[in-house]
T-cell receptor, first 111, second 113 residues
């Protein structure tokens, strides 16, 4: 079992819709969860982080964490073509500052 | 803004060559990391460092070594480059104060022929 799992996609959504990206992780001791966005040919950039169960909202982005189910998700409201990218889920390794990354989900937002 | 600078955007080397990839960060971050990124495999950690002259192996350290002589600089060394080390190499840094928010450099696409 991979430590951090994501569906590779592509996930295709129309402009204006809600895009829902999901991630599961195996280490129950993980405490920090991150979403990175990576445009083609570019390096990853941090867009959201969450430490506690529940929802965290930042503009059009909402991160959701359910530690009991070992599940973290990213919702993008009012999706725009500029949101088309690969979204990487990352989870910390218990007791360290190391992050384990999923392989990413490719999102396509079409006009 | 945090700036993480990698010395080369593209690099072409021959099998058996010794290769140096340099990374510099300007935010006085404690932690520095080297990842490689391959299609379908995602980001994999090669080595990381929590302090000057300190290094720890990541998940795929074989064939690589690192050097951190100054806090701002973290070098990745391929002692004898092989074709299976053709990849995108990404350097990252983080503050190390309980926060694991990584800031990435722009990456080095290394091709080993």
């Amino acid at each position: 079992q991979k430590e951090v799992e994501q569906n590779s996609g592509p996930l295709s959504v129309p402009e204006g819709a809600i895009a829902s990206l999901n991630c599961t992780y195996s280490d129950r001791g993980s405490q920090s969860f991150f979403w990175y966005r990576q445009y083609s040919g570019k390096s990853p950039e941090l867009i959201m982080f969450i430490y506690s169960n529940g929802d965290k909202e930042d503009g059009r982005f909402t991160a959701q964490l359910n530690k009991a189910s070992q599940y973290v998700s990213l919702l993008i409201r009012d999706s725009q073509p500029s949101d088309s990218a690969t979204y990487l889920c990352a989870v910390n390794t218990r007791g360290t500052d190391k992050l384990i990354f999923g392989t990413g989900t490719r999102l396509q937002v079409f006009p | 803004d945090v700036k993480v600078t990698q010395s080369s955007r593209y690099l072409v080397k021959r099998t058996g060559e010794k290769v140096f990839l340099e990374c510099v960060q300007d935010m006085d971050h404690e932690n520095m990391f080297w990842y490689r990124q391959d299609p379908g495999l995602g980001l994999r950690l090669i080595y990381f460092s929590y302090d000057v002259k300190m290094k720890e192996k990541g998940d795929i350290p074989e064939g690589y070594s690192v050097s951190r002589e100054k806090k701002e600089r973290f070098s990745l060394i391929l002692e004898s480059a092989s074709t299976n080390q053709t990849s995108m190499y990404l350097c990252a840094s983080s503050s190390g104060q309980g926060g694991e928010k990584l800031f990435f450099g722009s990456g080095t696409q290394l091709s080993v022929l």
